[in-house]
């Protein structure tokens, strides 16, 4: 595929994807964060590969402020036509590749089925990046793709068996771990064998 049927592609998963809640792993993490006693005001956030902006618009709604970056204009387009404008100010955004982007220290990362998208070579240096940038007691919250799932031929996205999912996670403790594997369909209706981890984890 070339890049602009891709983001024809990525354009039409928005469309399909504006009526989702946000993710149940980014909810707990910011359940997680609200039950702290010590919890840091202003909390700052980083939203990767945010698409439409599912989860940026709750992680503002609840108090945060948000850089929601993507490789995609379009998605960045949505991010900013959805979050109330009252809410604006607290709402950064940056149009980088995941293989590219340099992070800012954070209190949270959010990839919510983001990551399995960046090549294998570079996602070495943005999963170090991710585990340097974020603060002591910050979280991560999101999703690996496993060794089986139905795309795992594309060697440009990456994928992780069940060991290199909880080492990816060494430092820190890993308050959800969830591995599902299923035949389903993706948001565009194609059949497909998904095989995913869905984590929150806790920076040491
Ligand atoms: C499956 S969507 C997930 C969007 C959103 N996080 C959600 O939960 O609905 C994956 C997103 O990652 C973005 N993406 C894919 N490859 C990327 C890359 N190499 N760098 C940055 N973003 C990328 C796509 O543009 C898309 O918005």
Redesign the pocket.
């Known amino acids: 595929m070339n890049d602009s049927d891709l983001s024809t592609q990525?354009g039409k998963?928005?469309e399909a994807?504006l009526d989702?809640p946000p993710?149940d792993t980014l909810v707990r993490a910011l359940n997680a964060f609200d039950a702290e006693t010590l919890s840091v005001n202003p909390r700052f956030a980083i939203?990767?590969?945010?698409?439409?902006g599912?989860?940026t618009i709750e992680i503002i709604r609840r108090g945060w402020t948000v850089l929601a970056?993507?490789?995609?204009p379009g998605?960045i387009e949505w991010v900013k036509q959805r979050v109330p404008i009252e809410q604006q100010p607290q709402l950064r955004t940056q149009v980088?590749?995941?293989?590219e982007i340099q992070l800012p220290q954070a209190d949270l990362i959010n990839?919510?089925?983001?990551l399995p998208?960046?090549?294998p070579v570079p996602f070495v240096g943005l999963w170090q990046q991710i585990v340097a940038t974020l603060r002591s007691g910050g979280r991560f919250a999101g999703n690996f793709f496993g060794d089986r799932d139905g795309w795992s031929q594309h060697t440009d996205m990456n994928f992780h068996n069940v060991d290199q999912a909880k080492q990816a996670l060494s430092a820190f403790e890993v308050e959800y771990f969830l591995e599902e594997e299923s035949d389903g369909v993706t948001a565009l209706g194609d059949p497909k064998h998904w095989h995913t981890f869905s984590i929150v984890a806790r920076k040491f």
């Not at 970056?69 to 995609?72: A, I, P």
């Not at 980088?96 to 293989?99: C, K």
């Not at 990839?111 to 983001?114: D, E, H, K, P, R």
């Open positions: 990525w998963y928005y994807t989702r993710r939203d990767l590969g945010c698409g439409n599912v989860d970056t993507d490789r995609e998605a980088a590749a995941l293989e990839a919510s089925f983001s998208f960046c090549q």
